[in-house]
Structures are given as structure tokens and as C-alpha cells.
């Protein structure tokens, strides 16, 4: 996981007002120093060459308007745009900033909370265990494919939180959708997943057709693809 600061002028009195929300970023085309502006089609953002821009979307960790910064926090892993243009980042770079998108709606009067995702969701997962009532019990899953991914969480009284070892060679959201599995979920309790779109599907289907927890409580959202560059 690595901490990106962007800072600027355009970034003054920019806000998010709720846990868990998005923002997209636009970095240069690889093998350009120069950000390009794309055009929507209707469908899609384009380059003027007819190319797809890199763009990703990712939680902003903390947002400052007065001061017109904000950080992120990016997963790292080999041949991902994003991943390469982090690990060759200089102060001053350019890059591009919109949103944010939807965050998660906290509902204060549900007896409990289940918050779970995989290493892309850990930044959401932060932001909503300081913004969950203290007075809630709420159960955390976290998987993570390496050990030095268990980062230190905010911390949240009644908070219990479970980190579940991907196995070797296992398809991302193995680990998380058996804890998922496996727990017990009140009736009432509301629910946050994000993490690998195909696990995501697999982990609705069971909440939703297998045990019956209606679509209003449980918000459960793909923030990647397998194979694929992430967001999240």
C-alpha cells in the first residue's frame, strides 16, 4: 500500500461528505509526461486518438479543502498503470482529479455492522470504522494476500476484526467470501463488501438468494477485476 498526495489550487473547497465514497484519477498516458484531457463520448471516456485514458477510482483517504490536498492510498502490484506511475511519481507531477461518487449512507439505528473487503478496500474500510457509532458492535473481514498488508486500523470500540490469509494459487475473495460464509449476521444488521467483481457477485448471491438478507441492508460493491488493473 503506498500514501499518494495530490495538491492544488482546483482542489480547494473540494469535499467528501461521506465514508467510503470515490473519486477517479487521471494520470498520463504510459510513456507520457503530459496529462490529456479525454473527451466523453456518451459511452466512454477517449483520447483524441480514439485510446482509453488511465483512469482509476479509488477512496480518498483524507481530504483537506482549506489547505486544497488530498491522499490516497493505492494497492501496488506488478504491470498496473497506476501501480508504475506511483513507483516513478516525482512532486509535481500532473495528474487529475474528479468526483466524488456515492458513498455508504450510515444507517445509526442498526444493532450491528458487517464491514468486509480485500486489500483494495482497506482505505473504505478505515474511513467507516471512524465514522460507524461507537456504541455498535460491527464485525470486520479483511483478506489479504501477504502479511505485510495487515495495516493498523482506526480503531472503533466494539470493533472485532478478523484478517483472512488468501491461500496461495486460491481466486481472489476465496478467503472473504468463506468468512462471510461461516458468520453469523442479525437480522437487522447492515452490511458494506467491496473488493474483486467476481467474488463480489458470488458473495451477493449468497447474502441475498442463500440467506435471505434483504438488498436494502447490505451495500456490496466490485472495486476490480481479476487479471485486470485495480480500483478501489
Known amino acids: 500500500m503506498s500514501q499518494v498526495a ?62 486544497g490536498e488530498l491522499e490516497l492510498e493505492i494497492v501496488l502490484h506488478d504491470g498496473g498503470v497506476v501501480s508504475d506511475w506511483v513507483r516513478g511519481a516525482a512532486v509535481g507531477d500532473p495528474a487529475a482529479i474528479s468526483g466524488p461518487g456515492r458513498g455508504y449512507g450510515i444507517d445509526h439505528a442498526a444493532p450491528a455492522f458487517l464491514v468486509a473487503g480485500d486489500e483494495s478496500a482497506i482505505p473504505a474500510i478505515s474511513q467507516l470504522l471512524e465514522s460507524l457509532p461507537g456504541q ?9 494476500a501477504h502479511p505485510d498488508a495487515r495495516l493498523t486500523l482506526p480503531h472503533h ?14 481466486p481472489p ?8 460464509r461461516n458468520a453469523g449476521i442479525e437480522p437487522e444488521a447492515r452490511l458494506w463488501v467491496a473488493g474483486e467483481a467476481a467474488a463480489m457477485h458470488r458473495i451477493r448471491s449468497h447474502l441475498f438468494e442463500e440467506r435471505g438478507v434483504p438488498r436494502s441492508q447490505a451495500a456490496v460493491r466490485g472495486y476490480w477485476k481479476r487479471e485486470r488493473s485495480s480500483v478501489g
Open 6 to 67: 495530490l495538491a492544488g489550487g482546483d482542489l480547494e473547497g473540494f469535499s467528501v461528505d461521506q465514508p467510503a465514497a470515490s473519486v477517479r484519477l487521471l494520470i498520463p498516458s504510459p510513456g507520457s509526461p503530459d496529462l490529456v484531457i479525454p473527451t466523453w463520448n456518451g459511452n466512454e471516456f477517449l483520447l483524441a486518438d480514439g485510446t482509453r485514458p488511465a483512469i482509476r477510482t479509488f477512496t480518498p483517504r483524507r481530504v483537506d479543502s482549506e489547505r
Open 136 to 144: 455498535t458492535p460491527v464485525t470486520v473481514f479483511i483478506e489479504v
Open 157 to 170: 470500540p466494539l470493533a472485532a476484526v478478523e484478517w483472512c490469509d488468501l491461500i496461495p494459487g486460491a
Open 173 to 180: 475473495g476465496d478467503a472473504l467470501f468463506s468468512a462471510i
